[in-house]
C-alpha cells in the first residue's frame, strides 16, 4: 500500500512539474510574442516615398537620382489634390455665411491632415520640425492619416447608448472644388505615397530624429551597454573578493551571519531605492559628476547586483568539493594560491553564470537609471564622456516613449522595437550565460 501510494505522489508530482512547465512557456509566449511580432515592424515595414526622401535628406543613404525621379512622378499624382485645395481657398469666401461657417472647419481639418499624410504643399516654406516636413513614412500609418481626412469621428447618442461613428466628409463638400480631393484619397492612395516593403537593420544602431519621429534606438543600445559593462566591472571584483572572504576567510559567528543577512537584505531592496540613494550620495554627496552620468549609473547599479553577484559566486565556491582544497594544501600551497588556481577555476561555471545574469538584469532596470544616468532624448556618448554625462537607455527610454511622449499612438513600432531589442538583448546575454557554463565545465572535466 505503501508502494502504491509513493507512486501515485510521484506521478502526481511529475505531471503537476509538467504541467508548471507548459503553463510557464505559454505565459512566456503569451507576453513574448505580441513584442516580437510587432517588435518587427521597426526593423521589416512597408516604406512609402516619404521614408525614402527622409532616409535621402537625414542620413544620405539612397540612390538620389532614383528618389529625385520618383519624387517628381509623385509630386504630378499630388497636383489635382494641391489645386483642389487652393481652389477651395479661393472659392471659400465667396460662399454663403451659413455655408462658410459649416464648411471651414471641416476644411481646415482636410488641409491640415493632408499637410501631415503628404508632407507640406510645394512651394510653402518648410516648417521647422522634422516631422512636418515630411509626410507618412508608414503605410500603415498613412492609411490611417488618409481614413482621418475621409471620416470625421464622432459620437452617435440616438439609441440608449452612446457609440463612436465615423461620417464621410464627402457629402458636406459636394458641388464644391474640394470634392475631387476624396475619391482621390481613397482610390489613388498608393500612387500618391508608393508604398514599398522595406527592410530596416539600422533601427538598431541609428540615432532618433526629432524625438523619435524618425530614426533608430542606437544611442540607447549603447548606452544600455555602457550602464550594464560598467557596472559589472565595477560589482564583479568586489563581489568575487567578498564571496571568496564569507567562504575561506570568515570565522562562523554572529559578525559573519550579520554579514550575511546584510546581502540579503540588500538583495530585497527595491531598485528605486537604490536610485535615490545612488542620485543622494554618488551625485549629491561624492560628486562623482557634476549631475547624471553614466559613472555614477553604473555605480548606483553596480550595488543593485552586487548581491547577486556575492551569492552567487559564494554558492558556486562552496559546491567545489574540500578534496581539491586539501589536495593543494597537502602539496605546500597557501590559502590564496589555494584559491587563485584551485577553487576559484574549479567555481568559475556559476560564477560567470551569477555574473552574466546580473548583467542582464542591470540592462534591464529602470528606476535606478531614471535618477542617476539617464535622459529623455540624448546623443551618442563616447567613452571620453561617460565619466560626466548622462545617456539614454533603452528601458527608461521606453517607459518615456509609452507614458510621455506627445505622439504616443504614431511611435507604437518604436516602442515595440525597443522593447524587443531590450529582451533579446537579456536573453542573450542569458543564452550566453549558459553556453559559457557549458564550455567551461566541459574543460574542466577534461
Same mark, same amino acid.
Given at each position: 500500500?505503501?508502494?502504491?501510494?509513493?507512486?501515485?505522489?510521484?506521478?502526481?508530482?511529475?505531471?503537476?512539474?509538467?504541467?508548471?512547465?507548459?503553463?510557464?512557456?505559454?505565459?512566456?509566449?503569451?507576453?513574448?510574442?505580441?513584442?516580437?511580432?510587432?517588435?518587427?515592424?521597426?526593423?521589416?515595414?512597408?516604406?512609402?516615398?516619404?521614408?525614402?526622401?527622409?532616409?535621402?535628406?537625414?542620413?544620405?543613404?539612397?540612390?538620389?537620382?532614383?528618389?529625385?525621379?520618383?519624387?517628381?512622378?509623385?509630386?504630378?499624382?499630388?497636383?489635382?489634390?494641391?489645386?483642389?485645395?487652393?481652389?477651395?481657398?479661393?472659392?471659400?469666401?465667396?460662399?454663403?455665411?451659413?455655408?462658410?461657417?459649416?464648411?471651414?472647419?471641416?476644411?481646415?481639418?482636410?488641409?491640415?491632415?493632408?499637410?501631415?499624410?503628404?508632407?507640406?504643399?510645394?512651394?510653402?516654406?518648410?516648417?521647422?520640425?522634422?516631422?512636418?516636413?515630411?509626410?507618412?513614412?508608414?503605410?500603415? =500609418?498613412?492609411?490611417?492619416?488618409?481614413?482621418?481626412?475621409?471620416?470625421?469621428?464622432?459620437?452617435?447618442?440616438?439609441?440608449?447608448?452612446?457609440?463612436?461613428?465615423?461620417?464621410?466628409?464627402?457629402?458636406?463638400?459636394?458641388?464644391?472644388?474640394?470634392?475631387?480631393?476624396?475619391?482621390?484619397?481613397?482610390?489613388?492612395?498608393?500612387?500618391?505615397?508608393?508604398?514599398?516593403?522595406?527592410?530596416?537593420?539600422?533601427?538598431?544602431?541609428?540615432?532618433?530624429?526629432?524625438?523619435?519621429?524618425?530614426?533608430?534606438?542606437?544611442?540607447?543600445?549603447?548606452?544600455?551597454?555602457?550602464? &550594464?559593462?560598467?557596472?559589472?566591472?565595477?560589482?564583479?571584483?568586489?563581489?568575487?573578493?567578498?564571496?571568496?572572504? #564569507? =567562504?575561506?576567510?570568515?570565522?562562523?559567528?554572529?559578525?559573519?551571519?550579520?554579514?550575511?543577512?546584510?546581502?540579503?537584505?540588500?538583495?530585497?531592496?527595491?531598485?528605486?531605492?537604490?536610485?535615490?540613494? /545612488?542620485?543622494? #550620495?554618488?551625485?549629491?554627496?561624492?560628486?562623482?559628476?557634476?549631475?547624471?552620468?553614466?559613472?555614477?549609473?553604473?555605480?548606483?547599479?553596480?550595488?543593485?547586483?552586487?548581491?547577486?553577484?556575492?551569492?552567487?559566486?559564494?554558492?558556486?565556491? &562552496?559546491?567545489?568539493?574540500?578534496?581539491?582544497?586539501?589536495?593543494?594544501?597537502?602539496?605546500?600551497?597557501?590559502?590564496?594560491?589555494?584559491?587563485?588556481?584551485?577553487?576559484?577555476?574549479?567555481?568559475?561555471?556559476?560564477?560567470?553564470t551569477g555574473i552574466v545574469i546580473s548583467m542582464g538584469r542591470a540592462a534591464g532596470e529602470t528606476a535606478p537609471v531614471v535618477f542617476t544616468a539617464a535622459v529623455s532624448v540624448g546623443k551618442w556618448v563616447t567613452p571620453s564622456e561617460?565619466?560626466? =554625462?548622462?545617456?539614454?537607455?533603452?528601458?527608461?527610454?521606453?517607459?518615456?516613449?509609452?507614458?510621455?511622449?506627445?505622439?504616443?499612438?504614431?511611435?507604437?513600432?518604436? =516602442?515595440? /522595437?525597443?522593447?524587443?531589442?531590450?529582451?533579446?538583448?537579456?536573453?542573450?546575454?542569458?543564452?550566453?550565460?549558459?553556453?559559457?557554463?557549458?564550455?567551461?565545465?566541459?574543460?574542466?572535466?577534461?
Amino acid at each position: 500500500m505503501r508502494m502504491l501510494t509513493r507512486k501515485i505522489l510521484d506521478r502526481a508530482f511529475t505531471a503537476g512539474g509538467y504541467l508548471a512547465v507548459a503553463l510557464m512557456t505559454l505565459f512566456l509566449l503569451w507576453v513574448l510574442v505580441p513584442i516580437f511580432v510587432k517588435g518587427a515592424g521597426a526593423y521589416v515595414f512597408v516604406g512609402t516615398v516619404e521614408y525614402r526622401r527622409m532616409m535621402l535628406g537625414e542620413f544620405g543613404r539612397g540612390n538620389e537620382q532614383r528618389v529625385a525621379a520618383e519624387w517628381a512622378e509623385v509630386q504630378r499624382a499630388r497636383e489635382p489634390v494641391y489645386e483642389a485645395i487652393a481652389a477651395f481657398e479661393r472659392e471659400l469666401p465667396a460662399l454663403p455665411v451659413a455655408r462658410r461657417k459649416e464648411l471651414k472647419p471641416a476644411f481646415q481639418a482636410v488641409r491640415e491632415g493632408v499637410a501631415v499624410l503628404l508632407g507640406p504643399a510645394p512651394g510653402k516654406p518648410l516648417p521647422a520640425l522634422t516631422r512636418m516636413i515630411y509626410g507618412q513614412t508608414r503605410w500603415r =500609418q498613412a492609411q490611417d492619416k488618409a481614413a482621418n481626412i475621409l471620416f470625421e469621428e464622432t459620437w452617435d447618442y440616438s439609441g440608449n447608448g452612446s457609440q463612436k461613428v465615423h461620417v464621410p466628409r464627402q457629402p458636406l463638400f459636394e458641388g464644391t472644388a474640394l470634392a475631387p480631393v476624396f475619391p482621390l484619397l481613397r482610390k489613388e492612395l498608393r500612387s500618391l505615397l508608393r508604398p514599398r516593403l522595406t527592410f530596416y537593420p539600422r533601427f538598431l544602431t541609428d540615432p532618433s530624429i526629432d524625438a523619435h519621429f524618425f530614426g533608430g534606438i542606437g544611442p540607447e543600445v549603447l548606452g544600455t551597454v555602457y550602464l &550594464a559593462l560598467g557596472a559589472m566591472l565595477i560589482a564583479v571584483p568586489l563581489g568575487i573578493v567578498a564571496a571568496v572572504y #564569507f =567562504q575561506e576567510y570568515a570565522r562562523e559567528g554572529p559578525v559573519l551571519t550579520f554579514l550575511r543577512s546584510c546581502v540579503n537584505t540588500l538583495a530585497g531592496v527595491p531598485s528605486v531605492v537604490f536610485g535615490l540613494f /545612488g542620485l543622494a #550620495f554618488f551625485i549629491n554627496t561624492l560628486h562623482v559628476s557634476p549631475g547624471k552620468s553614466v559613472l555614477a549609473g553604473a555605480l548606483t547599479l553596480a550595488l543593485l547586483v552586487l548581491p547577486t553577484v556575492i551569492r552567487s559566486s559564494e554558492e558556486a565556491i &562552496a559546491a567545489v568539493p574540500r578534496a581539491y582544497k586539501e589536495g593543494a594544501l597537502a602539496l605546500g600551497a597557501g590559502q590564496w594560491r589555494t584559491v587563485l588556481t584551485v577553487i576559484l577555476p574549479a567555481a568559475l561555471p556559476g560564477i560567470l553564470t551569477g555574473i552574466v545574469i546580473s548583467m542582464g538584469r542591470a540592462a534591464g532596470e529602470t528606476a535606478p537609471v531614471v535618477f542617476t544616468a539617464a535622459v529623455s532624448v540624448g546623443k551618442w556618448v563616447t567613452p571620453s564622456e561617460v565619466l560626466s =554625462q548622462p545617456t539614454p537607455a533603452l528601458s527608461w527610454n521606453l517607459y518615456n516613449l509609452c507614458t510621455e511622449h506627445e505622439a504616443v499612438e504614431e511611435i507604437r513600432h518604436v =516602442q515595440y /522595437g525597443m522593447a524587443a531589442t531590450l529582451v533579446l538583448i537579456v536573453l542573450a546575454l542569458n543564452l550566453a550565460a549558459i553556453l559559457i557554463r557549458a564550455r567551461v565545465a566541459k574543460r574542466l572535466k577534461v
